[in-house]
């Protein structure tokens, strides 16, 4: 088994098929299939070997997906390098990951002390002979090094097999699945593990891929309407942005059959404005770099119940349970573990071992309740939780309140440790319109009491890592400063 298989079977059975499309033109199944397979050999030809590591560092998502798709065909293993990144930490990634050379498209993504491989101009023409098949056959084997995308600013590293990502995407059904007629975009870039594995999945099921994700929102938006995109993979950071261009009382992508917000939790004010003012057809989804897909709500649950993130996709193995891991009752927050295909056995550094896996199971480090239902709400991550003398507060309580006040656009809650067991809450706020900081206090108080705020800071932005997500530690560092 190999994960660009899916490919070579939408190139064999619909080769005019449209692969990707944009404003430089479009590619067909099967031409794509027959650039992965020149690029495999090149690779093959300059010293890419099975189970060699080799570090992307490419600026045009077409030429990082082509070198993907390569490398898993013949057996390589894959980790990004974002071209964005800082030097220091890319060769830090490099190093954990055993990377022995670097593929890119461009002079700055080389880095000292590795070969670097450059794609030479004619490898993406799609009239050149095709090359021999050279296609590595065992699933059990890694094709991608995936990285997390946290908080704290030190990388989760583990091996991907290619059973691993059939197993994933077998969770998948029903209409959050793409589809053949399915026009699909997601801002994220090709870096990150979940953008690569949605896309894969597309092309896996012959849908169409926009790659390009530049330019002004007005801009991203046209691009969207001309391409005729049906599905959107989006954090929620991005559906925020793109509701602000906006205007009118109608939905502004009428044609989208799915539009997906995941890589970060939602809140229920911001649902709301992406159905009045992006799409009725919003699905929630939960899920890690770790485990893959973990939850996903409809648009039906996403109505009927406000903040869910979902339910738990078949073929996974659940629990909700407290400190000392016994299962907790319906309704009552605790912490999430997991099991099941597809989902991380051990990371290259076995440090993170003892702290995420345990017994079999898979600690992603999330509060999550369940109720009767099945159906979760995300209350934070473990690590974020504030005691405040003996009171368990969470992020996600503060924030719910300060959104929903109309000045309010965003919001992170976060402690200010003044002792070494008391947690005093803060928050930091970004603006539609000017409010006092105490009047957010007393607007909190009023509907927490103690687990209010003590202090609401006022921000320009808050700070928030490559796919939206707020980081706290940074946001507690600057303002105790």
Avoid at 117 to 133: F, H, I, K, Q
Avoid at 180 to 193: T, Y
Wanted: net charge neutral; aromatic share 6%.
């Amino acid at each position: 088994m190999n994960i660009t298989d899916g490919l070579s079977r939408q190139a064999a059975l619909r080769p005019w098929a449209i692969a990707v499309l944009g404003t430089a033109g479009v590619v067909h199944y099967g031409a794509l299939d027959r650039m992965a397979a020149r690029a495999s050999g090149w690779l093959r030809r300059r010293g890419v070997v099975p189970g060699q590591v080799v570090g992307l560092t490419f600026h045009e998502p077409l030429n990082h997906l082509v070198a993907a798709l390569a490398l898993a065909r013949c057996g390589a293993v894959q980790v990004a390098l974002a071209p964005g990144d800082p030097v220091a930490m890319r060769r830090r990634v490099a190093d954990l990951a055993g990377v022995s050379a670097v593929a890119g498209d461009g002079e700055g993504g080389a880095l000292a002390d590795w070969p670097f491989l450059r794609p030479e101009s004619g490898w993406l023409d799609a009239d050149a002979p095709a090359e021999p098949a050279l296609r590595h056959e065992d699933g059990a084997s890694p094709w991608l090094v995936s990285q997390s995308s946290g908080t704290t600013g030190t990388p989760k590293l583990f091996h991907l097999s290619h059973d691993d990502t059939a197993a994933r995407e077998r969770r998948e059904s029903g209409a959050s699945l793409v589809r053949a007629d399915d026009v699909f975009f997601s801002p994220v870039a090709l870096d990150f593990s979940a953008a690569k594995l949605h896309m894969l999945t597309c092309l896996n099921h012959g849908g169409a891929l926009v790659l390009e994700r530049h330019g002004s929102l007005h801009e991203i938006a046209a691009r969207l309407d001309a391409c005729r995109v049906s599905y959107i993979y989006a954090p929620p950071t991005w559906a925020a942005a793109m509701l602000q261009i906006c205007a009118g009382d109608k939905p502004r992508f009428p044609r989208l059959r799915v539009l997906r917000l995941g890589a970060g939790a939602s809140d229920e004010a911001l649902r709301q404005a992406v159905l009045r003012g992006l799409s009725p057809n919003l699905f929630a989804s939960y899920g890690t770099n770790d485990a893959g897909g973990i939850a996903v709500a409809d648009p039906a649950a996403v109505a009927s119940c406000p903040g869910t993130i979902g339910t738990i996709l078949e073929g996974l193995r659940w629990e909700v349970v407290d400190g000392e891991d016994r299962p907790l009752p319906a309704g009552t927050p605790g912490r999430l573990r997991l099991s099941g295909p597809g989902v991380v056995t051990g990371y290259l550094d076995p440090q993170l071992d003892a702290r995420h896996l345990k017994d079999g199971w898979f600690y992603p480090g999330d509060m999550v309740s369940a109720d009767a239902a099945g159906r979760l709400t995300f209350h934070g991550r473990v690590d974020d939780m504030m005691n405040f003398d003996g009171i368990k507060i969470f992020p996600a309580e503060i924030e719910q309140v300060l959104l929903a006040h109309p000045a309010v656009a965003e919001a992170a809650a976060f402690p200010l440790r003044v002792m070494t067991s008391r947690d005093v809450p803060m928050a930091a706020v970004v603006l539609r319109r000017p409010v006092d900081g105490e009047e957010l206090v007393g607007f909190c108080r009023e509907r927490l009491g103690v687990r209010s705020p003590r202090r609401v800071f006022v921000l320009d932005a808050l700070p928030r890592n490559a796919v939206g997500k707020v980081l706290r530690r940074e946001l507690s560092a600057r303002l105790r400063a």
